[in-house]
């Protein structure tokens, strides 16, 4: 599985943009870049994937550099309710079905 | 609907007591994961199931013993514990490539 780095911690102010950012230097050129965030004691949840393009959706940003090594997730107007753990991982798709295997993600805090 | 339902929320056993856990989806997902997340760490894969047939046990005690009675259920049968298996137990589940989490069972071991 390809390794993700991500920084341990990360703050934003409510109502500005949160920059997540995560290197991924031995991406395969078929392996996928998928976000999640855990909310303190729950469930994972699903954010965004991505592979060449950039993507967005009703939550986020995913933006995947040419090179493919590194990649952010914007969350545009963060709110309190986006405080949380963010995971980058790198999935490899098996036979039976596809491994996530979670790295220890960024701890976002988003300040009134 | 991308829910996956978990029961009981919360779990107290003892290290000599039999208990199971069980997971729930309706969404037509023909693969299911137990994922185990120990305090301030990330969840760590434990076992998956594709089209009902065990794919992955990533090397798991034999005191954990999954079941998959159908397409829809999964089942954490547990038998004694220890209690550092104390742990929020997650349940997943993914049709094409993208995971689905339910709430996880927060399972505490005396």
């Known amino acids: 599985d390809a390794k993700t780095t991500q920084p341990p911690s990360m703050d934003c102010a409510e109502g500005r943009a949160a920059n997540l950012p995560c290197n991924h230097s031995t991406i395969s050129g078929n392996e996928y870049v998928y976000w999640y965030r855990q909310i303190h004691s729950q469930g994972p949840q699903y954010i965004i994937h991505?592979?060449?393009n950039n993507e967005t959706n009703e939550m986020a940003s995913l933006i995947i550099t040419e090179d493919r090594k590194s990649s952010t997730l914007i969350l545009p107007h963060a709110t309190l309710r986006d405080t949380a753990v963010y995971y980058c991982?790198?999935?490899?798709?098996?036979?039976?079905?596809?491994?996530?295997?979670f790295g220890e993600g960024t701890q976002l805090t988003v300040n009134p | 609907d991308t829910e996956v339902t978990q029961t009981p929320k919360h779990l107290v056993m003892g290290m000599t007591n039999k208990k199971s856990l069980k997971c729930e989806q309706h969404?037509?997902?023909?693969?299911m994961y137990w994922y185990k997340q120990k305090a301030k760490k990330p969840p760590e894969l434990m076992f998956v199931y594709s089209y009902e047939k065990l794919s992955i046990n990533e090397s798991v005690p034999s005191r954990f013993s999954p079941e998959c009675p159908n397409s829809s259920l999964l089942n954490l049968h547990l038998h004694a514990l220890q209690p550092e298996d104390s742990a929020l137990y997650l349940c997943a589940s993914s049709q094409e490539k993208t995971q689905y989490f339910g709430p996880g069972t927060r399972l505490l071991v005396l």
């Open positions: 991982i790198v999935r490899v798709e098996g036979t039976s079905g596809s491994r996530l295997t």
């Open positions: 969404m037509g997902h023909r693969a």
């Open positions: 991505g592979l060449k």
